[in-house]
């Protein structure tokens, strides 16, 4: 069955501690893994698009890493703004989008 | 900022009522899905559209359906509102399919009481 898994589900961080989130995939025929933020009360933002193992992105204190089982999303000397819940999803079925349920994030000053 | 609203925002109803959601875009983009957001279930495919009238199944499509008679707008209805429902709604919008980029609109929240 494709599958979707994040961890943790939520992380404590104080400021400019650096720290690593986790998505896992059981999905036949990758054809991308996405990374999205998530702010309270509003919809996913788009962040990075992997598309083999190996490749890696990076956005300001974001970094996205894939490999043939997993994907992590690195956050470097965080600040409070980067607090969010952090989504991953894979592409299955031809048309289809799954999500994994989220690593929600907190940063403290 | 991509051309996605969602209609209404916010929404309460009563148990058997039937409901609908609107998601319209300005982008052109063939690919329309509707997804719910549940507290330990994450984002949850509804229905999804890839392209006008041609619509599926997604995960969780019990009591409800849609409808895209235009290329911008898609429509989620639920037939006769649960308690169950009770949700948040997203629609995402892309522009090649699953694996190219999506927007997503900025939700609406339906209580049904």
């Known amino acids: 069955e494709d599958q979707v898994t994040q961890s943790p589900e939520a992380l404590r961080l104080q400021e400019g501690e650096s720290s690593s989130l986790n998505c896992s995939y059981t999905v036949s025929g990758l054809r991308g893994l996405f990374w999205y933020r998530q702010d309270p009360g509003k919809g996913p933002e788009f962040l990075f698009t992997l598309y083999s193992a190996g490749e890696e992105k990076e956005k300001e204190r974001l970094k996205a890493t894939l490999t043939k089982k997993e994907s992590f999303l690195h956050i470097t000397a965080p600040k409070p703004e980067d607090s969010a819940t952090y989504l991953c999803a894979v592409p299955y079925n031809t048309d289809k989008l799954i999500f994994g349920t989220g690593t929600r994030l907190q940063v403290f000053p | 900022d991509a051309g996605i609203t969602q209609s209404p925002r916010h929404k309460v109803t009563e148990t058997g009522t039937p409901v609908t959601l609107r998601c319209h875009q300005t982008e052109n983009h063939r690919y329309m899905y509707w997804y719910r957001q549940d507290p330990g279930h994450g984002l949850r495919l509804i229905h999804y559209?890839?392209?006008?009238?041609?619509?599926d199944k997604g995960e969780v499509s019990d009591g409800y359906s849609v409808s895209r008679s235009k290329t911008e707008d898609f429509l989620l209805t639920l037939e006769s509102a649960t308690s169950s429902q009770t949700s948040v709604y997203f629609c995402?919008?892309?522009?090649?399919?699953?694996?190219?980029?999506?927007?997503f609109g900025q939700g609406t929240r339906l209580t049904v009481v």
């Open positions: 559209s890839y392209g006008v009238k041609d619509t």
């Open positions: 995402a919008i892309t522009d090649l399919g699953p694996h190219t980029e999506a927007f």
